[in-house]
């Protein structure tokens, strides 16, 4: 398919990326059919992937509703939007190296349930605030700030749960797996939203993901690690005892010793930068002020999760010599729908920019987390995750508050074009370090 919208670039990009398998394709597919069948029979995946399942349904209605429902507040703009989504990303920034200490010390799976619980009662807060009319700019911030503070104890948590639950060599599948049912759902609930948004409003479609919150919580709450892993090995052996700021530098040591990560996450402090502020202020208020309000937004979510989906059945099958090289030769497909939404082109190719921009999220996903898994040590994982995390958002809360200010004082078409510039500068830059693209996957599998 790829090769359909840009032959010439892909198939230089192929040539020169070696993601010819090596081995022939029936081998390939039936690789990925046993691991599929062996991840299937595994009790402790089958939760996990129903968790994700759930959570991301609501998690694909909650942005389109949040969005509008503050937009349709008395008084409000695309700067009151900033305020309420800054609000939630500072707390996250801020608190995600702690998280992954937290993480550490205290049990991923635990770490993931408390928060995805204790986060449901704050969704069901602000989304009754919207169904009994008491929504205010200044309780969605107070409740963002604490969400955020949870999100940041809850990613790092997350991203070193799947080497618990899955053999190495079946890393790559099982993200795979996971982000297909998870963008499945998502896909639903971002379909759903605009529908929601414009009949029942904004609250109950919060109130939904509360709920979708509550129910994934308690499913990972419930997953327990086996005695034989790493992390409860060493939770007996008494690194407990190691202090905060200990783990902290030996997470650092992990982070830093690998150039290639840090030169992809400092790239990606401006790419989210850029990415935040358009996704959660420019697109909604271009969509309001251009489109046909939130059913449009809804739709290119739509195609966001499509492609997002696409993504993951294509990680599933690809397996490149050099995943880094791939991961960041494909970023800049973001700067497409910044484009497109700036003119704004006419919504069937909105749809399809981001579709594409799907694709090149979930793959890059794919690719990067299992680069990070089966290089990092399993019981610095967590630790580096958290770096990862907090490097890649550093200055995501500046896209925040910025873009609504910037959108009023010069426009919201150069506003977007200049997001749009920004995510195709890093992405090169990314490109132009050899760590990056020289970096080889790990577990080869015989010719």
């Not at 919208?5 to 394709?25: K, Q, S």
């Not at 939630?88 to 920034?93: A, K, S, T």
């Not at 070193?160 to 759902?185: F, K």
């Not at 996450?265 to 309001?288: D, H, I, N, T």
């Amino acid at each position: 398919m790829r090769q359909t919208y840009f032959p010439t670039a892909i198939r230089f990009a192929v040539g020169t990326l070696n993601i010819r398998p090596p081995y022939n394709v029936g081998t390939r597919g039936n690789i990925v059919r046993n691991e599929i069948r062996e991840l299937g029979r595994n009790a402790r995946f089958r939760r996990l992937v129903a968790a994700r399942v759930v959570s991301n349904l609501g998690n694909g209605l909650t942005p389109i509703a949040l969005a509008f429902g503050v937009l349709e507040l008395d008084g409000a703009d695309a700067g009151s939007l900033s305020l309420v989504t800054t609000a939630q990303m500072v707390p996250l920034v801020a608190f995600l190296l702690l998280g992954g200490v937290v993480a550490d010390r205290f049990g991923r799976f635990q770490m993931v349930g408390i928060t995805d619980m204790v986060a449901s009662a704050l969704f069901l807060l602000s989304g009754l605030s919207f169904v009994f009319d008491f929504a205010s700019i200044p309780l969605l911030c107070v409740n963002g700030f604490v969400i955020g503070i949870l999100n940041a104890l809850w990613y790092p948590a997350f991203s070193g749960l799947m080497p618990e639950v899955v053999p190495t060599e079946q890393l790559q599948s099982a993200n795979s797996i996971v982000g297909l049912g998870a963008n499945l759902s998502f896909t639903l609930g971002a379909s759903a939203a605009g529908v929601m948004v414009s009949t029942v409003g904004p609250g109950w479609a919060i109130i939904v993901d509360a709920i979708t919150f509550f129910v994934a919580g308690i499913l990972v709450f419930g997953l327990r690690l086996p005695e034989e892993s790493p992390i409860a090995y060493r939770a007996d052996s008494g690194e407990k005892r190691l202090t905060i700021v200990a783990q902290l530098k030996e997470g650092w040591v992990e982070f830093s010793s690998r150039r290639w990560i840090v030169v992809v996450v400092c790239s990606f402090s401006f790419y989210v930068m850029a990415w935040e502020g358009f996704l959660g202020v420019l697109a909604p208020v271009q969509s309001k002020d251009e489109l046909g309000g939130a059913g449009d937004m809804s739709l290119m979510m739509l195609g966001f999760g499509s492609g997002a989906i696409v993504g993951t059945l294509v990680a599933l099958r690809v397996r490149p010599k050099h995943p880094m090289r791939l991961a960041v030769m494909v970023m800049p497909t973001l700067a497409l729908w910044m484009f497109a939404l700036a003119v704004p082109l006419p919504l069937w190719m909105l749809f399809l920019a981001a579709f594409l921009t799907g694709i090149e999220f979930d793959l890059f996903y794919a690719l990067w987390i299992t680069s990070l898994q089966t290089h990092v040590p399993d019981e610095a994982l967590s630790r580096v995750g958290s770096y990862d995390a907090f490097g890649s958002t550093l200055f995501a809360p500046l896209g925040l508050f910025l873009a609504g200010p910037l959108a009023h004082w010069v426009g919201i078409r150069p506003t977007m074009i200049g997001a749009g510039v920004i995510v195709v500068v890093v992405s090169l830059v990314a490109l132009s370090s050899k760590s990056v693209r020289s970096l080889e996957r790990l577990d080869p599998r015989p010719v």
